[in-house]
């Protein structure tokens, strides 16, 4: 396939490089964005570049570096926003690093877009924080899960019509980036789409405690190490694969035209929602033993329950069936025992289903 790259920010983070992976597998070459801070990121390029060889550039820069942003957008024919700052905690530890990354970068990455002027398409990695802690929705307790009391947000979970509501200073920089992302669209033309994500897992995954928890507690898991559990495990997230949020990117940068200026919330909905505990428990399934549990003090701004509302996006992206939770779990464990080294048997691997490009 010929044609300008496709610029990937934090392409070689976890669902940053399967989407480069997926576009350089389609013929695209691809620019990886990146400033290899994160532990376990440059395994990630090596793996593109063994696949792909001369497809992949890569630059090492930060987004706050505005003059190298814009010379890399310069080349893109379409660009995925995936670089951040990813974790609450780091956030409440050092907000004015949060703020640069999150808010100046993303500001520096619209201005090289506007300054450009070609109309080049803008697809940028929101969350679920933008919508805040849900205090004012009622739960109940009901089988070591949170369950809402408002019918239609249990039947649908949270739709894009939910009013902002940002918490720490993570909820605060990711969505004043995604309102700047809107309003460029809005007030400069620029064909762009925000993706609101809930909690997206899968291969590549390097989870840590503060961000990509089902890598993490697999990964624990399986090296026989405690979980902590923060609140009382009973939070309810749906998850979703990284192959069906990648289907998701790709697909409304090729429907930019019909979805420019709009948000969709992207999580794998009812189907997929389930409890820390019970996610805990298939865990322990896979591997044969029960998985040790401590617990501590609620986080800053954590939710008792997100479930996103995906029909939105269903229907505007034309995405197709989500893996279910319990395959994508158990090919995760077995990918991740095989890339540590673990030697530990999984009792039930399942192949996860391929969403089609």
Request: proline fraction near 4%; hydrophobic fraction near 40%.
């Amino acid at each position: 396939m010929t044609g300008a790259p496709i610029l990937v920010t934090g392409g070689a983070g976890f669902i940053g490089s399967n989407i480069a992976d997926r576009l350089a597998g389609e013929g695209h070459d691809v620019i990886v964005y990146d400033r290899l801070s994160r532990p376990g990121v440059e395994r990630n390029l090596a793996w593109l570049q063994d696949r792909h060889g001369g497809r992949i550039t890569v630059i090492r820069a930060d987004v706050r570096d505005a003059d190298a942003l814009s010379r890399a957008v310069a080349e893109a024919q379409a660009v995925f926003h995936m670089a951040a700052q990813v974790a609450v905690t780091t956030s409440l530890d050092d907000p004015r690093d949060d703020l640069e990354i999150n808010i100046l970068g993303t500001f520096n990455l619209l201005e090289a877009l506007r300054r450009k002027g070609r109309g080049t398409p803008l697809v940028f990695a929101s969350t679920n924080k933008v919508y805040g802690d849900l205090a004012d929705l009622a739960f109940a307790r009901e089988d070591e899960r949170y369950v809402p009391l408002d019918r239609e947000v249990r039947d649908h979970g949270v739709g894009e019509g939910r009013p902002l509501d940002f918490h720490t200073p993570y909820g605060v920089s990711k969505g004043s980036a995604d309102q700047y992302v809107l309003d460029y669209a809005r007030s400069y033309g620029l064909p762009a789409a925000v993706l609101r994500m809930s909690c997206i897992y899968g291969q590549r995954q390097m989870g840590t405690e503060d961000q990509g928890w089902v890598a993490h507690f697999l990964i624990r898991a399986l090296e026989g190490k405690p979980i902590t559990l923060y609140g009382d495990g009973c939070q309810v997230r749906d998850i979703l694969d990284v192959s069906n949020a990648v289907e998701a990117y790709c697909n409304a940068w090729r429907r930019i035209d019909r979805v420019a200026g709009r948000a969709f919330n992207l999580g794998g909905g009812p189907a997929n929602a389930i409890s820390l505990r019970r996610l805990l428990a298939h865990i322990g399934d896979l591997i044969g033993r029960e998985v040790e549990v401590r617990f501590s003090d609620w986080r800053a701004g954590d939710q008792r329950y997100f479930v996103a509302d995906t029909r939105a996006a269903e229907a505007a992206l034309g995405l197709s069936p989500k893996v279910g939770w319990r395959d994508g779990v158990a090919a995760l464990a077995q990918w991740l025992a095989v890339e540590r080294g673990l030697n530990r048997p999984i009792l039930a691997p399942a192949p996860v289903m391929q969403a089609a490009g």
